[in-house]
Nanobody, 113 residues
């Protein structure tokens, strides 16, 4: 059974940082392209970032230069380092296995003063 468990969300002030984690199990993590997507209140899913099997990364323009996606294949874990957070980053963040579009339950990130 595929499981994706996100953690690390919370309440942070504008300009602050958070590091999200996604623990993966039930599939061979190292050979899967993985992504982060988010859903703001009242809006649809928005792609945030992807990391390929090779480690190559891509980012949405809205987060480029502020967020860093990474993976640790030895721990079957995906990360999202989020810096200089803005109120518009407030959303539920999900990790996604690209091959099947499976995602976890999400972790809430709220950016507010």
């Amino acid at each position: 059974e595929v499981q994706l468990v996100e953690s690390g969300g919370g309440l942070v002030q504008p300009g602050g940082s958070l590091r999200l984690s996604c623990a993966a199990s039930g599939f061979i993590f190292s050979i899967n392209r993985m992504s982060w997507v988010r859903q703001a209140p009242g809006k649809g899913l928005e792609w945030v970032s992807t990391v390929n099997v090779s480690g190559a990364t891509n980012y949405a323009n809205s987060v480029k230069g502020r967020f860093i996606i990474s993976r640790d294949n030895s721990k079957n874990t995906l990360y999202l380092q989020m810096n200089n957070l803005k109120s518009e980053d407030t959303a539920v963040y999900y990790c996604v296995r690209n091959r099947t579009f499976e995602r976890g339950q999400g972790t809430q990130v709220t950016v507010s003063s």
